[in-house]
């Protein structure tokens, strides 16, 4: 049938229609979580720096907060690359919704239940 034929292209094309849009909405999700990192790895590098300098200045060590500014430094550019990378892989499991972060292969947000692209 003519009609169902066109009906299934239409239908076909919505769902990827649909689709690309969950990519971008989720795409966006993504580029919310590494606003929020490179924030985040400001605040750290500008505590580092106040550390070293009171470090320097008051001649105390304090390399136990140095160490753990660092580890957390090292931790977010970890986690930022990581995204980045699922960015450019197309592989998004954060919630287009709320931000969360979702197991891959879930199909909907564990936090709002928003459905997930992928
Ligand atoms: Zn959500």
């Known amino acids: 049938m ?3 034929e066109t ?3 239409l239908r076909s094309a919505f769902d990827r229609a649909a689709q690309k849009t969950a990519d971008a909405v989720n795409r966006s999700g993504a580029h919310v979580q590494l606003a929020k990192l490179r924030s985040r790895l400001n605040e750290l590098y500008r505590l ?3 550390a070293e ?3 320097a200045i008051n001649g105390v060590s304090s390399m136990d907060e140095i160490n753990s500014l660092i580890a957390e430094i090292t ?4 986690r930022y690359a990581e995204i980045n990378a699922g960015i450019q892989g197309g592989n ?4 287009p919704n709320c931000g ?5 292969g879930d199909a ?6 928003t459905r997930l692209s992928k």
């Open 2 to 4: 003519i009609i169902d």
């Open 7 to 9: 009906m299934d292209t």
């Open 48 to 50: 580092l720096g106040k």
């Open 53 to 55: 300098y009171d470090a």
């Open 75 to 78: 931790e977010l550019r970890d």
């Open 92 to 95: 998004l499991p954060f919630c």
């Open 100 to 104: 969360r972060e979702n197991a891959s």
């Open 108 to 113: 909907f947000c564990a936090g709002c239940g």
